[in-house]
């Protein structure tokens, strides 16, 4: 089974901060997604990465950037931190093929004061 | 625009009683579809997906979802409800334009009263 592991359940940030949120997938996926979860939203697509250095904006890409240098990890990035990123923010991997699915991790808790 | 829709924000049920939770698509191609849940404090999980073929899908916990190509719908049922179903359940559709991605419903939650 696909592990997807997130760096931190939980982050406490100051407004301004520049965030690293790291993913790291152990099956060599090439479909990467970084969503955020807030509730009464659902689960919101920021970026997704389908290969190395290959990125795509995806519906609320605003104040968010991406890096993947090394196809099992994918990270996010907010280049300063305002009070409205805070939110649950999720990692998942695309298992292609005839066992087609989307591994979440655990999430990552980030609050920005 | 493709979208997907959970018209019920909140569905109470008691122990027992049976469940249906709604999803509705809009999407212009055979959409891959899948349900998952969400309970206090941990991540999601995969209760069932449909692809293609018989259009009554089993999956874990006891849940089944029925694709109607007419209504645009896959909801999900269970005969049964437990306590421990009290959760959130998300529905997705997968999009395909020029690569794949992940698209959601807002979500329901369900209580279960005893």
């Known amino acids: 089974d696909v592990k997807v592991t997130q760096s931190s359940r939980y982050l406490v940030k100051r407004t301004g901060e520049k965030v690293f949120l790291e993913c790291v997938q152990d099956?060599?996926?090439?479909?990467m997604f970084w969503y955020r979860q807030d509730p009464g939203l659902g689960l919101r697509l920021i970026y997704f990465s389908y290969d190395v250095k290959m990125k795509e904006k995806g519906d609320i890409p605003e104040g968010y950037s991406v890096s993947r240098e090394k196809k099992e990890r994918f990270s996010l990035i907010l280049e300063s931190a305002s009070t409205n990123q805070t939110s649950m923010y999720l990692c998942?991997?695309?298992?292609?093929?005839?066992?087609?699915?989307?591994?979440f991790g655990s999430g990552t808790r980030l609050t920005v004061v | 625009a493709q979208s997907v829709t959970q018209p019920d924000i909140h569905i109470t049920v008691s122990e027992g009683a049976s469940l249906e939770l709604r999803c509705n698509y809009s999407?212009?191609?055979?959409?891959?579809l899948f349900w998952y849940v969400q309970s206090p404090g941990q991540g999601l999980q995969l209760l069932l997906k449909y692809f293609s073929g018989d259009t009554l899908v089993q999956g874990i916990k006891g849940f089944e979802a029925e694709f109607k190509r007419s209504q645009s719908s896959f909801n999900l049922r269970k005969p049964s409800v437990h306590w421990s179903d009290a959760a959130e359940y998300f529905c997705?559709?997968?999009?395909?334009?020029?690569?794949?991605?992940?698209?959601f419903g807002a979500g329901t939650t369900v209580t279960v009263r005893a």
């Open positions: 099956m060599d996926h090439e479909n």
């Open positions: 999407y212009g191609a055979t959409p891959y």
């Open positions: 997705a559709v997968e999009v395909r334009s020029n690569d794949y991605k992940l698209s």
């Open positions: 998942a991997s695309r298992t292609p093929g005839i066992q087609r699915g989307y591994t």
